[in-house]
């Protein structure tokens, strides 16, 4: 249970360790079925959930996830000190850690992931944890619309947008506004002006014209471009076929939000641990006209 001054989260407990007989099978089966998942599609390669009966997806946990924690004190900043009924949208969601862990807490979570493995190992841990209100979809976040996954209280943007390139990340901003009722969070590297030192690689700054719009970044390259798709499906964390992805500045990508109709754009500095201009992964919070009311309180879609 995590406690906040506005309110209170508490996590649906996983099963605890077995200490009966049938506890010990069901722990048995639990990793036989996750057994069974590396077989196929391979090792976890980041999101550590507990799947109950003391079953991990990565390693017994040692301390709580820190990540999940700061997307809850966001959310909790923002008035969802109840999750209960918020609808949530993750997208690019990896192995389900936040669509997982937020409907743990009682949110409706829908989770968007492109590559099969990965989408497998995020459903595993839904059904493991018996989670109704937790659908893992697997597409493409350039194909989201409100059209054909409804609308949403919370987008939660994470490690993605600087995985797509120009245009389509300016689309996947309008799409966001589209589906969202109240507030986007983006967790993304952001281009900076002066690069002290480029562990990625990047391109130089440049400024790139789309319509009568114009936008600053860097280009950053996901693949050699002599791989096949194949190998590119292979890199789990990667950009899905794009063989660059353009990284905004932290100015450009306020700009490109404004342009796609949010109404103010928030920080979250909560663990910036070097100077702010060096720093080039941030959190920011896209806030819409919030008078539209709550996803929750409407009839969701029906697909
Ligand atoms: C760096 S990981 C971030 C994962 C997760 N959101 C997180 O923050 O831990 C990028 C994820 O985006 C997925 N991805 C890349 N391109 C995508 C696309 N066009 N549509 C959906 N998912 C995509 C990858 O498969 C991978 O799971």
Redesign the pocket.
């Known amino acids: 249970m995590i406690e906040r001054a506005g309110g209170m989260f508490r996590a649906k407990p996983p099963c605890k360790a077995p200490t009966t007989r049938n506890g010990m099978r069901r722990r048995d089966g639990l990793l036989a079925a996750k057994e069974a998942i590396v077989q196929r599609f391979g090792p976890w390669t ?2 550590n959930l507990h799947l109950g009966y003391d079953v991990f997806t990565v390693q017994p946990e040692e301390e709580k996830n820190a990540l999940v924690e700061r997307y809850l004190r966001i959310l909790s900043d923002f008035g969802y000190s109840s999750l209960r009924g918020v609808r949530i949208l993750d997208l ?3 192995e389900g ?1 936040y669509a997982v862990e937020l409907a743990r807490r009682g949110a409706t979570t829908v989770g ?4 099969e493995a ?1 989408v497998m190992k995020a459903v595993f841990a839904r059904n493991a944890l018996g989670l109704k209100r937790c659908s893992i979809v697997q597409d ?3 194909n989201l619309s409100a059209g054909k996954f409804g609308s949403f209280d919370v987008v939660i943007c ?3 947008l600087y ?1 797509l390139a120009l245009p389509d990340s300016l689309r996947l901003l309008e799409a966001m506004y589209e589906v969202t009722t109240h507030l986007v969070v983006i ?1 993304t590297h952001v281009a900076l002006g002066n690069l002290k030192e480029n562990p990625h690689d990047l391109g130089e700054l440049v400024t790139v014209e789309h319509g009568d719009k114009s936008y600053r970044g860097r280009y950053y390259r996901e693949f050699p471009s002599e791989w096949s798709q194949e190998d590119k499906l292979r890199h ?5 076929d794009n063989d660059q992805s353009f990284w905004f500045t932290r100015q450009s990508l306020y700009d490109s939000l404004f342009q796609s109709g949010f109404a103010a754009v928030y920080e979250n500095l909560l663990d910036l641990h070097i100077p702010i201009e060096d720093s080039d992964r941030h959190f920011f919070i896209a806030t819409k006209d919030s008078s539209r009311g709550r996803a929750s309180q409407r009839e969701p879609r029906q697909k």
């Open positions: 980041a999101h690019a969601c990896l850690l968007i992931e492109v590559r990965n493409d976040v350039r994470s490690g993605i995985h967790n789990l964390w990667a950009a899905l």
